[in-house]
């Protein structure tokens, strides 16, 4: 069997819907493209390029004025987009709002990005399936928005979310992406990071979480135990279909066993 590599948008996929993983892990079957993914990639390159400047030139002029060259070369790249934003102008004045936005929770003059979109990953590890005789050789990674790393050591996880933030009582989920990070983090450095902390550009929200190592193994185990089930899908061939509102958002509905009997 294949090496099963476990971030946490892929677990979060599975748990969502394991025939959601087939089509998009296993089968690798075309999707559109989502407006809203795209202007995530955008709103996350600008603030990007903004962390390379000095500390006086991280304002959100500077922030604005990058806004219509790096939307000219997403376009480039994604020609299709052309044709999804008919009106320039609303899709920018909408970019600079989230822009506006990060600035209202947090000001980058203020502190030294250590790490940017840094990629952790952890070596393979064998695990043991238990129910039956598979033993799925998992590998963790991800991609963190940023990683600061103040003078006297602490560690801050960062990461922005375009959208809003979840309601009240739903925060743990969001926050699984961030321990799961922290727990890259812990197994290649040997320290646990002192604050974990997400941002809602959406609605100019925060949630931040200190993490300790009973809710890094916590992750760990979820992620292996995710890991098993998904060996376990693929041994058997068995992709259950799991209903949810985010079925209407779904690129796979009109293919889907769920909808089309």
């Known amino acids: ?7 946490p948008s892929r677990i979060s996929e599975y748990q969502q819907c394991p025939q959601l993983y087939n089509y998009r892990v296993i089968q690798k079957l075309p999707e559109p493209i989502s407006l809203d993914a795209e202007r995530g990639t955008l709103v996350h390159t600008i603030l990007e390029e903004l962390m390379s400047f000095p500390a006086q030139e991280r304002t959100l002029e500077s922030a604005k004025a990058s806004v219509p060259s790096h939307w000219q070369l997403q376009k480039e790249s994604k020609p299709e987009l052309s044709q999804l934003v008919i009106e320039d102008k609303e899709w ?3 970019i600079n709002a989230l822009l506006e936005n990060y600035f209202y929770l947090e000001d980058p003059r203020n502190f030294e990005p250590t790490h940017m979109e840094a990629h952790l990953e952890l070596e393979s590890q064998v695990i043991s399936a238990g129910i039956t005789e598979l033993s799925p050789a998992i590998q963790l990674h991800g991609y963190v928005d940023r990683i600061d790393i103040a003078p006297t050591g602490e560690v ?20 699984f992406q961030l321990r799961f990070y922290a727990l890259l983090w812990y197994r290649i450095h040997g320290q646990i990071p002192k604050l974990i902390q997400l941002l809602y550009l959406g609605d100019q929200k925060g949630i931040r979480s200190t993490p300790n190592e009973g809710d890094l193994i916590a992750a760990e185990k979820k992620a292996h135990q995710i890991g098993i089930d998904i060996a376990i899908s693929i041994e058997k061939d068995y992709w259950p279909t799991q209903k949810s ?4 958002w779904c690129s796979f509905k009109n293919i889907c066993p769920a909808f089309t009997g």
């Open 1 to 7: 069997m294949e090496i099963i590599r476990l971030s």
């Open 92 to 94: 920018i004045d909408r």
């Open 156 to 175: 801050r996880i960062v990461d922005y979310k375009t959208g809003k933030a979840p309601k009240l009582g739903y925060e743990e989920k969001s926050l």
């Open 245 to 248: 509102k985010l079925c209407d």
